[in-house]
């Protein structure tokens, strides 16, 4: 018996385990294990706490063991969510979801010319992403693919069973993104942290990070809307703030890119800011001092 069938054991027997216990014994068993989490300091707890302490300079060593605590609270309840969620009706759905500015997204949809939003590691987006699929939108994602492939493919039917398509991230998936943007689809990719490589370089809460170019290439070649999306949590479910994203009319396809990715990151930073415990950043994301290297 392998060491990946028994990861994907694990998490296929949690997952129905969670969804048959009481709510609220769930989500506060989620709770007592994010707090043996964070005073077990593994490394992701320890890389946390270095993303929030950039992204909140100002916090002294208590007030960051606060914010740790939320963080760490709010993750949890990212991944009770996740496993409970294929039980929630559409009405629960549409209930637990608040938005600012929803006609970003759904007038150029109900137009037929869809949209591409630009988000981060925040909040659930698989809630919101649920949201909009109940209205009938068809949503496009990229999802990297994880070890094992037992436990990606679980989380690809996940998602598929909420009315999205998944891409994997390889060479061929911007192909097929841009003749979904010009189908008029939804198209919601996560842009906070690089995976490939080869991001833009932007100034990100004052220090050097790299972000994925995908969204702003298939809005300056479709020329279809590009928005950003910051999903946090309320007491009642999700808030998700949509802003539209300016697109340069002027200069090379290169400079426009690095342009429109700095804008980005910057309205990431605007909703980072607003609700920091909610960003579940658990990876190197900067690429400078120790950093840069970005293995875990």
Same mark, same amino acid.
């Given at each position: ?27 506060? &068993? ?42 760490? @609270? @709010?993750?949890?309840?990212? +991944? ?7 039980? +929630? @009706? ?9 938005? &600012? ?32 699929? =109940?209205? *009938?939108?068809?949503?496009?994602? /990229? ?66 990070? #790299? ?7 298939? =809005?300056? #070649?479709? *020329?279809?809307?590009? /928005?950003?999306?910051? /999903? ?10 949509? &802003?539209? /994203? ?15 990715? !700095? ?9 980072? =800011?607003?609700?920091?415990?909610? +960003?579940?950043?658990? !990876?190197?994301?900067?690429?400078? *001092? ?7």
């Amino acid at each position: 018996m392998n060491f990946d069938f028994l990861v994907a054991s694990a998490y296929f027997t949690g997952w129905k385990l969670v969804r048959a216990l009481p709510e609220k014994f769930a989500y506060s &068993t989620f709770d007592r294990l994010g707090v043996i989490a964070l005073r077990r300091n593994g490394a992701r707890m320890q890389r946390l706490r270095s993303n929030l302490q950039r992204v909140c300079p100002e916090k002294d060593a208590k007030a960051m063991d606060q914010l740790m605590a939320k963080a760490v @609270s @709010s993750y949890m309840r990212y +991944w009770c969510d996740t496993f409970r969620s294929p039980d +929630w @009706s559409k009405e629960k759905i549409a209930d637990t979801v608040k938005v &600012t500015r929803e006609e970003l997204l759904t007038g150029p949809m109900r137009d037929g010319r869809g949209v591409v939003i630009a988000l981060p590691h925040a909040g659930n987006w698989d809630h919101a992403g649920a949201y909009f699929c =109940a209205m *009938g939108f068809p949503l496009v994602t /990229v999802a990297e693919k994880l070890k094992p492939e037992a436990l990606f493919n679980k989380f690809l039917e996940y998602r598929q069973n909420m009315g999205m398509e998944v891409l994997s991230t390889d060479s061929r998936s911007m192909g097929t993104l841009m003749q979904r943007a010009r189908e008029g689809s939804l198209i919601a990719l996560v842009s906070d942290r690089d995976l490939s490589r080869n991001g833009v370089d932007v100034n990100f809460f004052g220090h050097p990070a #790299r972000m994925p170019a995908g969204a702003a290439l298939l =809005a300056i #070649r479709t *020329g279809i809307p590009l /928005v950003t999306a910051f /999903v946090s949590y309320t007491d009642k479910g999700i808030h998700i703030e949509f &802003t539209s /994203v300016e697109i340069p009319e002027e200069g090379s396809d290169a400079e426009r890119v690095d342009l429109v990715v !700095q804008r980005c990151a910057d309205l990431f930073a605007a909703g980072i =800011a607003s609700s920091p415990q909610d +960003w579940h950043m658990l !990876q190197r994301i900067w690429i400078d *001092g120790d950093f840069q290297e970005r293995s875990a």
